[in-house]
């Protein structure tokens, strides 16, 4: 144990010098204080509170002030920036370093003050004072800030604020997205007139940015005319409260009547004494006066308050309203429009759906929501009445029979009716169109079976006259398949006309040719058959003198023998037969001889006479 103390008492004789730097190291700060020395950081000021004023006539703050401004015992109305100060004994003075109040991107701060003079009564944010965004306490004290919250902000960055006077306190910015307005109501200005709903419009407020110069320029409190767009905006919310919405949307195919809940009053204009009831009834003011605008607006967007301008949209295309139980078109203005019920002169309750398509002129749509308010008026106080009570009459006028015989006529007349209505309204009536007609089943099926029956005669008739049309159909079917043979046939006639033709032409030519051959050879044979007949003449005569000579000098059988033997011989035929057989078995070779030679006689004979030789002397029968 002795040994131990001896060592921790060696250790401390050796690091006895070293003991007390250690000690001011770590207590450097108190032992400047002690000596009134404060050192202010550069991110960091000084808040001095001054304990004790030992002499002087400004001991005390006066009552009601928590800010010295004249060395007064309090808090201290200047900051000690960053460095090093001397003077300040702990004793009599309080320094709290407070480090940059910073202000963030997309941020705003929001500033209440300790001291100051007393808020007006009806205000209820103090008055901006320049005091370089509440960083020059002094001066804000002194200009004549006033205490409680601040109509002013401090917008992004860093500041050096004296935070015993002021708190500053972080709010979101006001941002509009996109196709949205931002609709203000600020809770300081003046109160708002009488019968007015929003405060009009002011001037060079930055967009209610610049709070205090609203107020000045004679902005009201309340609801506000004027509307921010899309956009980030460092409004004080203590100031004004914005509520976004969407755009005012104007589509294709309408016009938007504005109405105006604020502005300028028109003057009242005399009335026109030539002018109906109804056009005394209609009151358009132009923009910026209260009333329904004369100037629609076209398809588009707008920024427009809905608070304080109503946009009436108003079709000025075609818009077809149907009188039809479920059945409504896209703009709706028919939703509660259903089929007509009507009841006939006869008693029939019968069912009526009616279409009715109507158009609003562009310069006419503000006269229409001047005297009706919006279109949806003008459908349940006009059209609907004028419709129905129109069908209603026509129907107690005639049977049903008839009414559904005469729809066409109906129609038109309903159409006619319709316009004559509207046009007092400054609305055209386009068409009127009767749908479906529903009738009494019971009637119906009396119809039914009444046109079935005319239908079953028709029928009949049909079929007898197709039975009386079936010879002549029979005949012209024959008729028609013997057509194409009687075609070909005619075309066969004509084709063997044409070639017989064709064969007369040529028979006639080659007729011709040989008539004109014949002539010329007849001619030739003329010249030489007279020639031939002379030469033939003579050489006949010549030989039939010849002839003469003969028959003379040897006689006339003489002379045939002659003639009979040389044929023979030059045809070598044998004058009398090997074997001669006669009936009596006994051979007569002179008879035979006898009659061949009469035989040749006659046939001489014959020959002789043919050659123009006289003929020879007959023979006296035996």
Known sequence: MNDQTDVILAALRSWWPVIPIVIALILWRQILWLLGIQIVPQNGIGIVNKKLVLFGDHRALPDGKLIALAGEAGMQADTLAPGIYFGYWPWQFQVTVQKFITVDQGMVGVVEARDGIPIPAGRVLGKAIECDSFQSARAFLANGGERGPQIAVVPPGTYRINTSLFTVQMAPATVIPDNQVGIVTTREGQPLPSGDIAGKPIADHNLYQDAQKFVDNGGFKGLQVQVILAGMYYLNPLFATVQGTDMTEVPIGYVGVVVAYVGEEAPQQPSDPSASPKERQIRVVERGSKGVWRLPYDPGKYPINPYTHKVENVPTTNIVLNWANNKSEAHELDKNLSTIKVRSQDGFTFNLDVSQIIHVPRENAPKVIARFGTMLNLVTQVLEPSIGNYFRNAAQESDVIAFLAKRADRQKAAKDHIQEALAGYDVQAVDTLIGDIATPPELMKTLTDRKIAEQEIATYNQQRAAQDARPTLAESTALADTKAQVVDSLRQVEIRTNLANAKIAE????????TINAEADAR????????????TLAVGEAEAAVLQKKVEAVGQQGYVAM???????????????NFLVSAGGEAKSGMLVDAFLGSLLAKEAGLARAAGAPPAAEKPAS
């Open 507 to 514: 028979a006639k030519g080659d007729a011709q040719s040989k």
């Open 524 to 535: 030739v044979y003329q010249v030489t058959g007279e020639g031939e007949a002379k030469k």
């Open 563 to 577: 003639q009979v033997a040389d044929f023979l011989a030059t045809n070598k035929i044998a004058l009398v037969p």
